[in-house]
């Protein structure tokens, strides 16, 4: 049962989170060079992630668990 994300929540949460130098990256399937989703984090002592939103054409495929998994490695190597 999935929930659906309001777009003014968003707005609000990426406005928040530019103010706080959250990093905005887009998230580009590979075969089609097509924007698929974006991912905000900040990489200080400790990693934040604040948004990670996929296309609903592109749920259940294992992006957004790849994403986490590599976005984990990606802070951890940033910060050592």
Do not use: P, T
Not at 53 to 76: A, L, P, S, T
């Amino acid at each position: 049962d999935k929930k659906q994300v309001k777009h003014d929540w968003v707005v609000e949460e990426i406005e928040s989170m530019q103010k706080m130098n959250f990093k905005r990256m887009k998230i580009v399937d590979k075969k089609s060079s097509i924007i698929i989703g974006f991912i905000d984090l900040q990489i200080k002592e400790e990693c934040y992630l604040s948004l990670l939103i996929i296309h609903n054409d592109y749920q259940g495929k294992g992006y957004g668990k790849n994403i986490y998994v590599h976005g984990f490695f990606c802070c951890r190597g940033a910060r050592n």
